[in-house]
């Protein structure tokens, strides 16, 4: 994806996680728990970067779609460092 089609999807993304974390905060305040405020932090720094997002966003659609592989944490690090 490139230019302004991405922009659009990266501003929807950003609009739907500022829906996503008021509905939580109703949630929590409804249900007396607290919000993982680190979590929401580390989500906004990850999305903050055009080509991180792109990566995040493609990652999810994936899974989405149920194209994931299973593995442990070695076959991992092996798959990628080896």
């Known amino acids: 994806m490139r230019g302004p089609d ?3 999807l ?3 993304r950003r609009q739907q ?6 509905q939580s905060r109703r949630r929590a305040k409804r249900d ?5 405020a680190g979590s929401i932090k580390e989500t906004l720094h990850l999305l903050s970067s055009p ?3 792109k990566h995040l ?6 899974a989405d779609r149920g194209e994931t592989i299973s ?10 460092h080896g």
């Not at 007396?32 to 993982?36: A, F, P, Q």
């Not at 593995?71 to 798959?79: H, V």
């Open 6 to 8: 991405f922009r659009k």
């Open 32 to 36: 007396g728990k607290t919000i993982d």
């Open 71 to 80: 593995m442990s944490f070695d076959q991992l690090r092996a798959r990628t």
């Open 57 to 62: 966003f493609a990652a999810l659609d994936q």
């Open 17 to 22: 996680l500022k829906r996503e974390k008021r």
């Open 10 to 12: 990266e501003r929807e």
């Open 51 to 53: 080509a991180n997002a």
